[in-house]
């Protein structure tokens, strides 16, 4: 970790959805996707989301990209308030923000040649054409692929390929801030590797900062710097990936990192701490912690009022009333 | 271990397309026992999933061609007739998918589902329905009463694939196949239906045959594992010789190639190029053009099977060599 100037701030973050139910006596109610999540990124950090399915990671990072508008709270991105930004910062701002996505087939256009793909967002962003042409080609190379690939199309490309194509789109604007959202849960094996290998190395070189969501345990601890743990909405634990994974705090954080797979046959468990259950609805929650039902440790004090984030440290955060001390 | 439950033999699967063959599987051979759970493990395109739907017939039908015998208990899978073919897919041989929802009919309820199934056999309704709470109570389904009169898009991913599970379970099959069976899911449920499976075995003796390409499963649940590339089963042992003593060169890189440090512990060992197309049977290692160990005999002469162990062989001329 370089220097510790702060490249993305949230600071009590909130989405909520609103479902209407019933005709002719509609009843409003909150889904709250992401809710009261406060948290720092320093430039050129790595930082890896987790969470299961429907616990939010994606509603946050579509709010950092901008995509979809904030219910409360504050987001500041290099400096800029979301919630007040001109059509300037905005602008600014989608060119300092790029976006990589789990199915590279799906967001590239299937009509459009690889070159036009990724000189589309310099075009929008008023790149004349023939540095567009030429950026095209830097990029490529950036993310080692050959330029005959210039004029192929989407489905001439293998998935490997398509993900580079995908990351060099990314680089094209010269960002400051990657948002990778499941960027290998596509891919084989060999093919991961090799995506990931490149990703860091993009990074390192680029000083980029990077928010990497996923669920897959080994990728995230491979990549990232700090890992934030996210469930039903809230961040329950945030801190270096030695801590997340050595010396969880958050019951939740512990029961996921032992349910990931050891690659060891020898180390299998015959009796694992699993967690019960399913993570349940964000449409039903109650006025405690939300990991209560699932908590081995709950107690009364758990289930009636919602815990505040407590910080261990500088880099570790816990959203918890009964922490666990150092695991054995 | 046990009796022998199934074996095959020399089974080779062809696809004829417009420009002649494209060889899926070649000559795969191994056996599985009773109460043993037996990994295939290898990357999209293998022929991994072929050969699992083969067993039980399952393939589209028309332009592929099986060479080879598939041996369940006494019979030869390849020889018998569609309706002893039907006895055999569920009650004797059952198999769940990546992902239950193809598998569920959307418009009727989950337990109505599986209760068709039991009726199969010759049950009364009112046993066939306490035959279902039963089962989803064993595969640890919550609220199984409320359950079995939901449809499946009221169900969550974990609870699909319970659902399939229980399914599969109603008619006591003797061999599981599971094609991918945690994909589609969470990790934190990925390990509970890893445990239900795990519980299956230690049971009711069943075995498994689990086709995968997550590493850590197999090292999770595995008795014995044969990895696959490029439709032909490259090396085979069981779950510790092969993790800790791996002998083909492409075993051995895609051990390196899956992330289980963090990234200041070393950058992740890659295998270039990629799974060529097989369309012509030629004598070669189809692994010879990755990789690091190739030389003019791997391109020009078949492998033949070497035996490390009474239970480890592998296919490769260059056993033992380091890469340089």
């Known amino acids: 970790?370089?220097?510790?100037?702060?490249?993305?701030?949230?600071?009590?973050?909130?989405?909520?959805?609103?479902?209407?139910?019933?005709?002719?006596?509609?009843?409003?109610?909150?889904?709250?996707?992401?809710?009261?999540?406060?948290?720092?990124?320093?430039?050129?950090?790595?930082?890896?989301?987790?969470?299961?399915?429907?616990?939010?990671?994606?509603?946050?990072?579509?709010?950092?990209?901008?995509?979809?508008?904030?219910?409360?709270?504050?987001?500041?991105?290099?400096?800029?308030?979301?919630?007040?930004?001109?059509?300037?910062?905005?602008?600014?701002l989608r060119r300092e923000i790029a976006v990589v996505f789990q199915d590279p087939l799906s967001n590239l256009n299937p009509r459009q040649t690889v070159e036009s793909s990724i000189m589309r967002p310099m075009l929008i962003h008023g790149v004349p054409k023939a540095e567009a042409k030429q950026k095209a080609k830097e990029v490529l190379d950036m993310v080692k692929m050959d330029q005959r690939y210039l004029n192929s199309f989407p489905h001439q490309l293998s998935g490997g390929q398509l993900q580079r194509i995908?990351?060099?789109?990314?680089?094209?604007?010269?960002?400051?801030?990657?948002?990778?959202?499941?960027?290998?849960?596509?891919?084989?094996?060999?093919?991961?590797a090799q995506i990931l290998n490149l990703l860091i190395e993009l990074q390192e070189d680029l000083h980029l900062t990077y928010l990497v969501i996923t669920h897959d345990l080994n990728v995230i601890k491979y990549i990232s710097d700090k890992i934030a743990v996210m469930y039903l909405g809230r961040l329950v634990e945030f801190g270096t990936t030695e801590d997340i994974a050595k010396n969880p705090l958050h019951p939740y954080t512990r029961s996921l990192m032992a349910s990931a797979p050891v690659l060891d046959p020898r180390l299998r468990r015959e009796d694992k701490e699993l967690l019960k259950g399913d993570?349940?609805?964000?449409?039903?929650?109650?006025?405690?912690?939300?990991?209560?039902?699932?908590?081995?440790?709950?107690?009364?004090?758990?289930?009636?009022?919602?815990?505040?984030?407590?910080?261990?440290?500088?880099?570790?955060?816990?959203?918890?009333?009964?922490?666990?001390?150092?695991?054995? | 271990?046990?009796?022998?439950?199934?074996?095959?033999?020399?089974?080779?699967?062809?696809?004829?397309?417009?420009?002649?063959?494209?060889?899926?599987?070649?000559?795969?051979?191994?056996?599985?026992?009773?109460?043993?759970?037996?990994?295939?493990?290898?990357?999209?395109?293998?022929?991994?999933?072929?050969?699992?739907?083969?067993?039980?017939?399952?393939?589209?039908?028309?332009?592929?061609?099986?060479?080879?015998?598939?041996?369940?208990?006494?019979?030869?899978?390849?020889?018998?007739d569609q309706e002893r073919m039907e006895h055999v897919r569920g009650k004797e041989i059952g198999m769940i998918f990546q992902n239950p929802l193809d598998s569920l009919n959307p418009v009727f309820r989950v337990g109505d589902q599986i209760e068709e199934a039991l009726l199969l056999d010759d049950m009364s309704e009112e046993d066939a329905y306490k035959r279902v709470i039963?089962?989803?109570?064993?595969?640890?389904?919550?609220?199984?009463?409320?359950?079995?009169?939901?449809?499946?898009?009221?169900?969550?991913?974990?609870?699909?694939?319970?659902?399939?599970?229980?399914?599969?379970l109603s008619r006591n099959p003797e061999l599981l196949i599971a094609d991918e069976p945690?994909?589609?899911?969470?990790?934190?449920?990925?390990?509970?239906?890893?445990?239900i499976l795990k519980q299956m075995k230690k049971e009711f003796n069943a075995a498994i045959m689990l086709i995968t390409h997550n590493f850590g499963l197999v090292a999770e649940i595995a008795d014995k594992i044969g990895v696959m590339y490029a439709g032909e089963m490259v090396e085979q042992g069981d779950v510790?010789?092969?993790?800790?003593?791996?002998?083909?060169?492409?075993?051995?890189?895609?051990?390196?190639?899956?992330?289980?440090?963090?990234?200041?512990?070393?950058?992740?060992?890659?295998?270039?190029?990629?799974?060529?197309?097989?369309?012509?049977?030629?004598?070669?290692?189809?692994?010879?053009?990755?990789?690091?160990?190739?030389?003019?005999?791997c391109r020009t002469e078949n492998p033949p099977m070497e035996w490390i162990s009474d239970t480890h062989y592998c296919k490769c001329f260059h056993l033992g060599e380091e890469e340089k």
């Open chain 2, 182 to 195: 945690t994909t589609a899911l969470d990790v934190t449920i990925e390990a509970q239906i890893l445990e």
């Open chain 1, 279 to 328: 993570p349940g609805s964000l449409m039903k929650i109650g006025a405690g912690c939300r990991f209560a039902d699932r908590c081995p440790y709950a107690t009364e004090e758990c289930k009636n009022s919602e815990p505040e984030v407590t910080y261990v440290n500088e880099h570790h955060q816990v959203n918890c009333y009964h922490p666990l001390g150092e695991v054995k």
């Open chain 2, 134 to 168: 039963e089962l989803f109570k064993d595969v640890k389904m919550p609220d199984a009463e409320e359950r079995a009169k939901s449809f499946p898009h009221e169900l969550s991913g974990g609870m699909r694939q319970r659902v399939m599970i229980a399914m599969m």
């Open chain 1, 166 to 192: 995908a990351i060099a789109r990314a680089l094209a604007l010269n960002p400051k801030i990657m948002i990778l959202d499941e960027p290998t849960s596509a891919l084989d094996v060999s093919v991961q």
């Open chain 1, 1 to 92: 970790m370089a220097e510790q100037e702060t490249m993305i701030k949230l600071d009590g973050l909130k989405k909520y959805f609103v479902v209407k139910s019933g005709l002719i006596k509609t009843k409003k109610q909150y889904v709250r996707a992401v809710d009261e999540i406060s948290l720092e990124i320093k430039t050129g950090e790595v930082v890896g989301l987790v969470g299961e399915s429907g616990s939010g990671k994606t509603t946050l990072a579509r709010v950092v990209l901008g995509l979809t508008k904030m219910t409360g709270g504050d987001v500041y991105i290099d400096g800029v308030d979301l919630a007040h930004a001109s059509r300037q910062d905005m602008k600014k």
């Open chain 2, 240 to 297: 510790f010789e092969i993790f800790e003593n791996p002998q083909h060169p492409y075993t051995k890189l895609l051990m390196k190639a899956l992330p289980s440090g963090t990234k200041n512990d070393g950058r992740l060992q890659t295998i270039d190029g990629s799974v060529p197309r097989i369309t012509e049977k030629k004598p070669e290692c189809r692994f010879a053009n990755r990789c690091p160990l190739a030389d003019e005999k």
């Open chain 2, 1 to 80: 271990m046990g009796e022998k439950l199934l074996e095959l033999k020399d089974l080779s699967i062809d696809y004829k397309i417009k420009d002649g063959y494209l060889s899926a599987v070649n000559k795969v051979n191994f056996t599985i026992d009773r109460g043993e759970v037996f990994a295939i493990v290898g990357e999209s395109g293998c022929g991994k999933s072929t050969l699992a739907h083969s067993i039980l017939r399952l393939l589209p039908g028309g332009n592929e061609i099986v060479t080879g015998e598939i041996h369940f208990k006494d019979e030869d899978l390849t020889l018998v």
